[in-house]
């Protein structure tokens, strides 16, 4: 069976092919060293994995994005790996009690509280691109659409080539990276503002 007839198989939601989905992805990724103990120590279990795949692609209708481009396992492979990733509550801006204080095992110092809030930061952060992205739209339009369509929507070169009718991959590549030196001098003229 081939990548499309597998994915097609698991997009009508056949139990062929999400028997598939476990034997070669799922299961392996669950006994795999680099997540084995990531899910053990955050109480995930295969299973919590397969729902939530499932959840992801049937549920919110992420099957569609598969375009065939590389192994649709290697694809599936990456949203399960992000599931045990993103399992780590620290990793949420939650931090762990264990170790805070100074008489925990093995541990000298208590541990440093966090001062700064980063909710805060990260809108101030969106806050701050938005307000760039209008500025390089006011410039130059067709830059800030080829710097949405690579950053955002991860299209290739050729893509964008073809969706805006631009001559050539080089100039594409080309206006690409004048609206990143633009962003990023954004960024350095605020920061200086800031300080």
């Given at each position: 069976?081939?990548?499309?007839?597998?994915?097609?198989?698991?997009?009508?939601?056949?139990?062929?092919?999400?028997?598939?989905?476990?034997?070669?992805v799922?299961?392996?990724?669950?006994?795999?060293?680099?997540?084995?103990?990531?899910?053990?120590?955050?109480?995930?279990?295969?299973?919590?994995?397969?729902?939530?795949?499932?959840?992801?692609?049937?549920?919110?209708?992420?099957?569609?994005?598969?375009?065939?481009?590389?192994?649709?396992?290697?694809?599936?492979?990456?949203?399960?790996?992000?599931?045990?990733?993103?399992?780590?509550?620290?990793?949420?801006?939650?931090?762990?009690?264990?170790?805070?204080?100074?008489?925990?095992?093995?541990?000298?110092?208590?541990?440093?509280?966090?001062?700064?809030?980063?909710?805060?930061?990260?809108?101030?952060?969106?806050?701050?691109?938005?307000?760039?992205?209008?500025?390089?739209?006011?410039?130059?339009?067709?830059?800030?659409?080829?710097?949405?369509?690579?950053?955002?929507?991860?299209?290739?070169?050729?893509?964008?080539?073809?969706?805006?009718?631009?001559?050539?991959v080089?100039?594409?590549?080309?206006?690409?990276?004048r609206?990143?030196?633009?962003?990023r001098?954004?960024?350095?003229?605020?920061?200086?503002?800031?300080?």
């Amino acid at each position: 069976m081939d990548d499309m007839e597998w994915h097609a198989l698991v997009k009508a939601g056949e139990d062929a092919g999400w028997k598939l989905v476990w034997e070669r992805v799922v299961e392996p990724e669950s006994r795999s060293m680099r997540s084995a103990e990531m899910m053990n120590r955050f109480s995930l279990t295969a299973g919590d994995l397969m729902g939530m795949l499932f959840d992801e692609m049937i549920g919110k209708g992420k099957i569609d994005l598969y375009r065939g481009e590389g192994s649709f396992e290697g694809w599936l492979k990456r949203y399960v790996r992000g599931y045990v990733l993103n399992a780590d509550p620290n990793k949420h801006g939650e931090i762990s009690i264990e170790g805070a204080h100074p008489d925990a095992e093995g541990e000298s110092e208590a541990m440093a509280i966090p001062i700064q809030d980063k909710e805060t930061i990260r809108i101030e952060v969106w806050r701050m691109t938005l307000y760039f992205f209008r500025l390089l739209w006011n410039e130059d339009p067709e830059r800030c659409y080829i710097h949405l369509l690579k950053t955002r929507y991860f299209l290739s070169s050729e893509e964008i080539r073809d969706f805006l009718d631009v001559s050539s991959v080089a100039n594409v590549d080309q206006i690409f990276s004048r609206s990143v030196k633009f962003m990023r001098e954004s960024w350095k003229k605020w920061d200086r503002v800031k300080k």
